[in-house]
């Protein structure tokens, strides 16, 4: 029997799970050893899903680290090194150049991995492990009624620059995890993810993790193409911080308040007055 | 342009490495934090060249799990617990079922990881944590003139069943990674590593590494089948440990002598009389 993602990730949560796996609900794995916490996460991307067939080999090893650095920026946490799992392909030599250059704009090290010759469309892989620079490291699920909801950053430029927009189009090709962002408001956070899937859909999973619900209010919600609103806010690829904090918080970064931490009510999110309950809409495209 | 493995690595190896990538040229990496050491690795597996079509999923989940332990059984190292990138597929169930006999098996939990959709054969992914139980971790690079070559065990049992060998079927389809016996060697080897692809193969990689020639004496490794010295020799999948270790040394494990560490020569490895000097031609399959 074959399983949709749904249900595959409940069966593994019925797994035997270490503690720092956070239950899977979160962006990372949480490893504490002695004095130090490890944050660790693994990524796939996979030809023709997560990115095309004629993509620039350089950008798709960019975008490999960027995304598993930004899960560790949602956490708070500085780069150590990553493993790679590479299947080799068209372009190796470009995607080699890539990974030079996101390793050095990220300042980090390669610790190892597994190449692979395989047929069939590339699957590639990587784990980042970070440190903490902060404890305890921020979680989906520490979302508290009252606190205020933020995001770090305009969404949607993603969404254009796959369209060809020239002037958003490194916000596709080649994403900049909030590293610095993300240590500076670790401390300050009740909760924190990246905004990876599409805000809508994050925000529901940080609602449903928190058990609260985010009453977020449209107009306040940066967005690439104002005349796009419905799409910006269900594209993901941003990789823009998503965080609640509590109303007296100061922030240490530039953030826009776009909602409120509201008891759990009948929807996990709501959208001016609309309700979102049913997270299977709130995602335009997963990239 | 597309790489083969040997030129894809040696530009890895020209990438910004960690000092625990061990310049990829080990199992595993070694990450010191504070008072612990953890030794990290990832391994893929890929439909069509690391499990055929038509596998019991449930043992290529297992198998995933095993032959990224026995890595860190090659350390030394206890498991903490696992990362799996999963690409969803046929017997995702029979998947599951696989993996938790596997962390049962080997006293691991799931750490975290990442769940695809994707077209094509499928590529699994692990990576595996653990700690070390002996610093400094063995490597393959500690190979000292004089010492003895040694192995844990007989090799050829998974080529045997892969063939269909009754006798010898879980040898292929559920290895069990040397945990234990890794954990006793490791403060007793000058270098240790497991046989994955070929025992020829795998001593050649630690002459390499340790700069010196390893002479084996054909008629004293032990193999599943002696009429088939050669192939069983040059097979992979069998992951029992190959290491060095001093004259002198108290082995606290069964093993079976195979050789001699010698100064460097003009070939990595002796076989008998016979110089083997090019490695493509040690491997008969790579697992």
Wanted: hydrophobic share 45%.
């Amino acid at each position: 029997m074959s399983m949709n993602e749904p249900d595959f990730i409940a069966a593994l949560r019925a797994l035997p799970l270490h503690p720092g796996a956070r239950g899977l609900a979160d962006d990372c794995a949480v490893l504490t050893l002695g004095t130090e916490t490890l944050v660790i996460t693994h990524d796939m991307m996979a030809e023709g899903t997560h990115f095309r067939p004629d993509a620039d080999m350089a950008d798709v090893a960019w975008k490999l680290v960027a995304t598993n650095l930004s899960d560790l920026a949602a956490k708070g946490a500085e780069p150590v090194g990553v493993l790679l799992g590479h299947m080799l392909g068209r372009d190796d030599a470009r995607f080699i150049e890539g990974l030079r250059a996101a390793l050095e704009a990220f300042a980090t090290q390669l610790l190892g991995g597994d190449t692979i010759a395989a047929a069939g469309p590339r699957a590639l892989g990587l784990t980042a492990i970070g440190r903490a620079t902060h404890t305890p490291v921020p979680a989906r699920s520490g979302a508290k009624t009252g606190d205020g909801v933020w995001i770090t950053g305009p969404v949607g430029r993603a969404m254009l620059g796959f369209e060809g927009d020239s002037d958003h189009r490194a916000a596709f090709d080649r994403p900049v995890p909030l590293l610095a962002e993300g240590r500076a408001l670790a401390p300050v956070v009740s909760a924190m993810m990246d905004v990876s899937d599409g805000l809508l859909l994050d925000a529901f999973r940080m609602a449903e993790a928190s058990g609260v619900s985010l009453a977020l209010d449209p107009s306040a919600i940066p967005v690439a193409d104002p005349a796009r609103l419905e799409e910006c806010i269900r594209w993901g690829d941003d990789y823009v911080l998503l965080f609640t904090a509590a109303p007296a918080a100061a922030l240490p970064v530039p953030a826009h308040r776009i909602g409120t931490v509201t008891p759990r009510g009948p929807a996990p999110l709501l959208l001016g007055d609309t309700a979102l309950t049913d997270s299977a809409s709130l995602g335009y495209r997963h990239g």
